[in-house]
């Protein structure tokens, strides 16, 4: 069928939960994309797209369309990822906590980190450095860059998305970026 996103909406909350369908498979691509940049992981970014589509279905009474259901999605995406991060934050600190007490286990973990030969090309290289680079930005900050700089979405719509004044979204993008440049400052010397 060819509805739009308000003419799906409008049937799910007529009764018709099969058009909930039209809406998964029209933004799924996008939601996933913004989960996996946001975490880093595909796993973790698959299950943020469940759990999206879930918070969404249930909470598709709330959606009052004053934005477009796309930015609205983006919105339960970003929060539901966010979520699953905080969450798996504090899971990843207890577990090093846990680690400290085996010296073996943290040389065990400092190993497997350890790139191959392969690995370091230029593209890994930076690939390498972004990622941890990316895990020390706030989950304000790095929600703001990704929606930014990998979906291309602009300042106000961040600000939608994320619940915050334009201002505020431009900041946490500006502080992404100086604090990005920063740590991928030593990759860019050996470039001069």
């Known amino acids: 069928m060819d509805w739009t996103d308000a003419d799906a909406v409008a049937q799910v909350r007529a009764g018709n939960p099969d058009a909930f369908r039209v809406l998964v498979e029209r933004h799924s691509r996008a939601i996933f994309r913004l989960a996996f940049r946001m975490t880093g992981n595909e796993q973790d970014a698959e299950d943020a797209v469940q759990e999206t ?14 934005s477009s259901f796309s930015t609205w999605l983006y919105r339960v995406c970003a929060n539901c990822t966010i979520d699953s991060m905080r969450v798996r934050k504090k899971h990843e600190q207890k577990r090093v906590r846990d680690q400290e007490d085996s010296e073996t286990d943290l040389l065990a973990q400092q190993a497997s980190k350890a790139p191959s030969a392969e690995q370091l090309t230029h593209s890994r290289e930076i690939n390498s450095m972004l990622e941890p680079a990316l895990e020390q930005l706030s989950v304000m900050e790095r929600t703001a860059f990704v929606m930014r700089h990998y979906e291309g979405l602009g300042i106000e719509e961040i600000g939608r998305i994320l619940e915050v004044q334009p201002n505020a979204a431009k900041h946490s993008v500006f502080r992404a970026v100086q604090k990005l440049r920063r740590a991928l400052e030593p990759l860019m010397e050996g470039v001069r």
Do not use: M, P, T, V
Request: cysteine-free.
């Open 53 to 66: 589509f879930l918070r969404a279905f249930k909470q598709l009474k709330n959606f009052d369309g004053r």
